[in-house]
């Protein structure tokens, strides 16, 4: 069976691992597919010819196929020859929420939300999440918002805007990101997680890895995989698809890089 597989967020950690998660998949190998897009997520060319085969669309680009998914889509499968398509979502919901009882319960109050580029489809869903779910909560946390990109200069930066403001307690939109603050505030001489806590998003490979192995929320890259392989699969085989919508669950994984909000905050950020 002919059919693509483009991606939106090419910079995008959180993306690119379930586009190699999917196209790893027996299954998908099977079916010799091609990876036909790649932009910058801001200028996503699509497949041309989706008329021609299934197409799987990773990220922002997904409300450009017919019938598309809003902006909660992790990916869509367009199925041209049922005029529909399939969209994979990821709720992160219940995650959040458990994130923020654990800081809660850790004594933190003043909470950044560290958003990666937010021209990026992936990291604007998750910093509409966490916002969403503070909203519903009503939790005691006081939360700041701020966005940059994934590079360590900017996790520098960001750090030197938060210095003085009293937070103790950072939640990153991708590991990546969670990474290069911890990195950044190991040099300004700030321990993690007795200075500053911090949250990644993604549970990538390296995030068990990072010293200290790193909180984060876990997306379920393997059953999203599995499921997307399944599908077209089964597409291929009997030209029918049985689902339309698919909700997939992340979960709060609780490491080493969060810790009891310091008594003292004066020298914390």
Known sequence: MNFDVAVSDVYEPVSLELLHRILAEPLIRSLHP??????????LSVVEDPDDGAAVVIGGGADRLPLSSGPSAMLTIHVPDLRGRVV????????????????????????VFLCGDPQLFGNR??????RETLIRRRTVLTPMFVDVDHTSDAAANALRILRG???TAVVCSTDMLASAVI???????????????????GDSFEAALQSPELTTIRMPFA?????????LYEYSV???VDVDRLS?????????????????VGENL
């Open 34 to 43: 091609s990876v036909s897009a790649w932009s910058s997520g801001r200028e």
């Open 165 to 167: 403001r009293g937070t």
């Open 183 to 201: 990195h950044e505030a190991c040099r300004l001489g700030l321990r993690v997680p007795e200075d500053l806590s911090v949250v990644g998003y």
């Open 238 to 240: 009997s030209r029918s």
């Open 88 to 111: 994979l979502v990821a709720d992160n919901r219940d995650a959040y929420e458990a994130c923020m009882m654990h800081l809660d319960e850790l004594g933190h109050r003043r909470v």
């Open 248 to 264: 997939f669950r992340s979960e709060f994984i609780i490491r080493q890089s969060t810790g009891l909000c310091p008594e003292d």
């Open 125 to 130: 869903g998750r910093k509409r999440d966490f």
């Open 223 to 231: 059953r999203v995989s599995k499921a997307v392989a399944q599908i």
